[in-house]
């Protein structure tokens, strides 16, 4: 029982000695970065110089190397430090290489700050020739157990032009049109007015561009009535019933609407009434006559 109890012991400290040398494998690696630029002759460049991934130290000494030809420093306002740590001791000697100096001897335990470390602003040589140029850094690193710590290097090419290219965005996708080509704006089979919708003219009255006329047109009324004078009115009285009749006017003609619906006829007003008084006397006078001569008869008969 106890054998078997020491084998799955050992097998268990075997399965965390193979997961912690995992676990160191894929753990990240410390790095420093000096930053790339382009310059022209003349001009000032930026280089920055940073870590990331630190493992933890208490001190720092770098030696900045860079071609004195092409680059110079020449005061602290060159060098701009990122506050990252204190102990400052910068070189006062700006010739490369150049020294950079974070000292922490009494510190207890190791900083494991990451960022900016130092920016060194560098005045490109009015003569310099077209072409790239490398800065590069020797390190000297500890933690507080007086260890090494190395940090690999990348970056730190500067390149020197004769002018800087220019490259404006655009303001707009030049892929995409700011219109769709396939759809027109307006309908050209699709009038933008109505033509048998009246317009207005310019003096404000309603015109049919087809021409056609209702009672909205009095000027174009084909069925309005024509008063004319030298016509005379005729009436006529078709059914049984009673019916009264108004006119208006001297000259026209005038509807009788009957009381009972049965007689529909037509008076005449104006120069008619003339007319009518003189068959009215005339009747009257031809049955006066007519009385007169049988009484006559009837005298003479007696």
């Known amino acids: 029982m106890k054998k078997k109890i020491s084998i799955a012991l ?13 676990v160191t494998a894929f753990a990240a690696s410390p ?12 001009s000032t460049v930026s280089i920055p110089i940073s870590i990331s991934d630190n493992p933890g ?18 005061s602290r306002d060159d060098v701009v430090d990122g506050g990252l740590l204190g102990g400052i001791a910068h070189s006062d000697n700006f010739t490369s290489p150049y020294g950079l100096c974070w000292a922490n001897d009494l510190a207890m335990e190791d900083f494991y700050v ?14 310099a020739e077209p072409g790239e140029y490398t800065i590069s850094v020797d390190q000297d690193i500890l933690n507080t157990n007086m260890g090494d710590v190395v940090f690999p290097v990348t970056g730190g090419t500067v390149t020197i032009v004769n002018e800087l290219p220019t490259n404006p ?15 027109p704006t307006t309908d050209p089979d699709e009038p933008t007015t109505d033509p048998d919708e009246p317009t207005t003219d310019p003096s404000g009255e309603a ?20 008063d004319d004078a030298s016509t005379p009115g005729t009436g006529t009285d078709n059914g049984t ?11 026209g003609t005038s509807n009788a609407t009957p009381n009972n619906g049965k ?14 008084l003189f068959a009215v006397a005339a009747a009257f006078a031809l049955a006066v006559g007519t009385v007169a001569v049988k009484n006559r008869k009837k005298l003479f008969n007696k």
């Open 10 to 22: 050992s097998m268990i400290l075997v399965v965390c000695v193979i997961m912690a040398q995992t």
């Open 31 to 42: 790095l420093m970065t000096i930053g790339d630029a382009t310059a022209t002759p003349g």
């Open 57 to 74: 130290l208490v001190s720092i000494n770098l030696y900045v190397n860079y071609d004195e030809s092409v680059f110079s420093l020449s």
């Open 114 to 127: 990451n960022g900016t470390l130092v920016t060194l602003n560098f005045k490109v040589a009015d003569d």
């Open 169 to 183: 965005e655009p303001t707009t996708d030049p892929d995409e049109p700011t219109t769709d080509p396939d759809e």
């Open 207 to 226: 015109t049919n561009p087809s021409g056609d006329t209702d009672a909205t047109n009095p000027s174009e009324d084909t069925t309005a009535a024509t």
């Open 241 to 251: 019933g009673t019916g009264t009749g108004t006119g208006t006017g001297t000259n």
């Open 263 to 276: 007689t529909a006829g037509t008076v005449n007003t104006g120069d008619e009434l003339p007319i009518a």
